[in-house]
């Protein structure tokens, strides 16, 4: 490929500028030969951030191994849109076998390929955020637990989304799904449910956990080659916005995803061997509610009478989380 | 070369001869001893070049086993009763993307009440399941059968259970013929999968199927089973010419060429069964044994004809389907349709109580007369059935059944006399 010679500087902008960069710096999804593993022409609606994220999240691991990659994939969304047979979108071995056993099904790989002397060929698990904190999670410690050489990604897009948005162990407090409706005087998911697993992940001590979003191409790039860099049990946690479930514009995915990285809502990091190493800071600090005022399942927050105490108590939520992770904004950016 | 050993450690001893390369495990009584066994083969380096994975549930143990196939090795796990049921989704999903898993199933009983003693309740609750499932009669069948299963799963890219009664042939110290590594060797060739996971030739394994093929995709399924009736006798006598053994095939009839009363059963109750009959044909009962090894496929046809010149047969197992009576007995019926036959159906040794040939003389003689009821529940204690009744009559908070029953009973801890 023949790269653009710079021809005006960008500012104002989150975007990267990758014309900006040596070539070797260059995103993977930039390059006219990457490997496009999630192929056009699949099911999801538009603006999905799932498929997105996967496509960010595989290729970048096809670059890292070579081209060999073998990926189990758990069912939800991103199975089901990706292989409406006689076509499938992808270009890499592929299985789905069930809901909640895809990490199970990666370390049977990984082992198969250990036995054969085929280490050269990386094994990756992919699954949604039900597949992963609910029903897979037990199939899913067990592969930390031993540390097996599986990469497992989870796209979390905060339900189950694939069976038409149902809340799951993932879905925010006070979001509206349609197993925890807007009605009643407390609508929407309930507050101190849910869990954070990069957080439990790390409580496994395995050698990688990072979290990602789609909003980031080059974070989430660089996240997947680092633990593509690591033998043993890696996971990334990639928050991947769904405009269906949402109820957001499918060209605000982007834009989703970075609201809540830049209110605090989805803290952004790695952490090796359980340490966190790194955190993405925010740039612009921003309060939550430019992040729910745009989707629909948080409506019921900005009615005739806003709740103002929600949006307060998620506005803590998110402050937790800066504080927490050391997300507040640096002099001077990023 | 003929040993002294114990069932598991005979069929650990045979899998390890397989060159298995994936075995994953999760302890449940009483399939623990074989993948211990393996366990301690593949650390100690016996078994080179395979992984034995520890996981966290039958379920992963099942998911294991699946990935590995998938990706090519050949893969091996064993479980019993509610680890079976636990990983049941997992079962029917092996059988229906196709990988050739051996899984040997210490047979044992159903909670609740939880019990770990044997019956057939387990395996046979996954009849439908698309798996093959052979049942072992002896420790050298079921070491056998575990070398023809890998063979056999491998040809027809289909899992197989090889199940063997829980106790009574796992723990049961017997003489076994143990073959060498080169008679495995010349039976089993090397695993070569119809469908691989491979980066350089990427397939989609697993995809969504509707109505347009599911039926067709069911119905290869199918036809497969009824492939294996063909491949099953094929290999048994295969087997027998490198090992020199009668072992496996479809079923086994014994003294049954001129009996007008022939018993069906399936598993080592066939040994009880067969010494009974051996004393009734002594004082001149015309009786017979059939001995199903293949429960799936069904072999229908020779069940058929095994059982034509008779006038009636008993179908005794240790399984039942409530609400309607037996399961096996459903699919011999279903094998002698039209033919005019009595059946009966006996339930016995649920949760391992002991099916005694005192019990089975009188059985017998019952059923030669035409004297049984459709279905029999043998050594059945009315008495303490019949009191629980009365009390769930009497009482609308009659409590739980189980903990009544063994206070009537009176009698601490597994009654087998
Ligand atoms: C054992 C089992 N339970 C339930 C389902 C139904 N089911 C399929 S996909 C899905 C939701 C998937 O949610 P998630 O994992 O978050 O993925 P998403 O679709 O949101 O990407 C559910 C509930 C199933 N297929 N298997
Ligand atoms: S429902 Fe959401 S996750 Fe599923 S395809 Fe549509 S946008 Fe993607
Ligand atoms: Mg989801």
């Known amino acids: ?334 | 070369m003929l040993k002294q050993m114990e069932g598991s450690r005979a069929v650990a001893e045979a899998v390890a001869l397989c060159r298995p390369e994936v075995i994953c495990a999760y302890p449940i009584s009483p399939q623990t001893h074989i993948v211990e066994a393996l366990g301690e083969m593949v650390k100690e380096g016996a078994l080179a070049s395979c992984e034995f994975i520890n996981v966290e549930s039958e379920f992963a143990a099942m998911s294991v086993a699946i990935g590995a196939s998938a990706a090519g090795a050949r893969s091996y796990t064993a479980t019993a009763s509610q680890g079976l049921l636990y990983m049941a989704e997992a079962v029917f999903n092996a059988a229906g993307l196709g990988l050739p898993i051996v899984m040997t199933v210490a047979n044992r009983a159903i909670g609740a009440p939880i019990n770990i003693w044997n019956d057939h309740s387990d395996a046979l609750s996954q009849r439908d399941s698309g798996w093959l499932q052979l049942f072992a009669e002896t420790n050298q069948e079921a070491l056998d059968l575990h070398i023809q299963a890998f063979r056999l799963a491998e040809e027809l890219s289909l899992p197989i259970m090889v199940c063997m009664d829980g106790f009574i042939l796992t723990h049961a110290f017997e003489r076994v013929d143990m073959p060498t590594q080169e008679q495995v060797d010349a039976y089993l060739p090397a695993y070569s999968p119809r469908q691989v996971l491979d980066p350089d030739e990427p397939v989609s394994i697993g995809a969504m199927v509707g109505p347009e093929a599911f039926m067709e995709v069911r119905y290869l399924a199918h036809a497969k089973q009824m492939e294996a009736l063909k491949l099953i006798p094929a290999y048994a006598a295969e087997f027998k010419a490198v090992f020199g053994r009668d072992s496996g095939g479809l079923m086994h009839t014994y003294r049954s060429e001129d009996a007008e009363t022939i018993i069906v059963a399936m598993g080592s109750v066939l040994g009880t069964i067969k010494d009974t009959v051996d004393e009734m044909r002594d004082s001149g009962h015309r009786i017979g044994v059939l001995g199903i090894t293949c429960f799936r496929p069904f072999p229908v046809a020779a069940v058929a004809d095994a059982l034509r010149q008779a006038k009636r047969f008993v179908v005794l197992e240790k399984s039942m389907a409530i609400g309607l009576g037996g399961i096996l007995a459903v699919n011999v019926r279903m094998a002698v349709t039209g033919m005019g036959l009595k059946g009966y159906t006996v339930v016995a040794g649920l949760g391992g109580r002991a099916i005694t040939m005192k019990s089975l003389h009188a059985l017998f003689r019952q059923g030669e007369k035409d004297e049984l009821e459709p279905v029999t529940f043998l050594d059945l204690d009315w008495k303490a059935v019949n009191k629980q009744l009365e009390r769930e009559k009497a009482h609308r908070r009659s409590g739980p059944v189980a903990e009544a029953l063994l206070r009537d009973v009176g009698i601490v801890g597994a009654r087998n006399y």
């Not at chain 1, 790390?202 to 033998?231: C, Q, S």
């Open chain 1, 1 to 334: 490929m023949s790269f653009q010679p710079v021809k005006f500087y960008q500012t104002g902008t989150f975007t990267v500028g990758n014309r900006l960069l040596p070539p070797e710096e260059r995103s993977v999804q930039s390059d006219s030969k990457r490997f496009n593993s999630i192929n056009s022409g699949h099911r999801a609606c538009q603006g999905c951030g799932e498929a997105l994220g996967a496509r960010y999240a595989i290729d970048a691991a096809m670059e890292a191994a070579d081209g060999r990659i073998i990926a189990a994939n758990a069912t939800g969304c991103l199975e089901v849109f990706s292989t409406p047979y006689p076509e499938t979108s992808w270009q890499i071995p592929w299985i789905h076998s069930l809901f909640g056993n895809t990490a199970a099904v990666a370390t049977g790989i990984a082992a198969a390929l250990k036995v054969k002397g085929k280490t050269g060929t990386r094994v990756v698990a992919q699954g949604g955020d039900g597949g992963t904190t609910d029903i897979g999670f037990g199939c899913l410690s067990g592969m930390f637990e031993r540390n097996d050489d599986v990469l497992y990604i989870c796209y979390d897009n905060g339900g189950y989304m694939n069976t038409g948005v149902q809340r799951s162990s993932a879905t925010p407090a006070a979001a509206r799904t349609s197993t925890t409706p807007a009605v009643g005087a407390e609508p929407g998911n309930v507050f101190g449910q849910g869990k954070f697993l990069p957080a439990i992940a790390m409580a496994h001590d395995i050698p990688y956990v990072a979290t990602a979003t789609v909003a980031d191409l080059r974070d989430l790039e660089a996240k997947v080659t680092r633990a593509m860099e690591i033998r043993g049990a890696r996971y990334i946690h990639i928050l991947v916005p769904c405009p269906l479930g949402w109820g957001t514009a499918s060209h605000d995915t982007i834009r989703m995803a970075r609201l809540a990285k830049e209110t605090g809502i989805f803290p952004v990091f790695e952490a090796e061997h359980g340490e966190i190493k790194s955190v993405l800071a925010i740039r612009r600090p921003l309060p939550v509610e430019d992040y729910l005022r745009p989707q629909k399942r948080y409506a019921h927050l900005f009615g005739k009478q806003p709740r103002i105490d929600v949006i307060a108590h998620l506005q803590a939520q998110a402050d937790r989380n800066i504080r927490k992770y050391g997300l507040q904004a640096r002099k001077g950016g990023h």
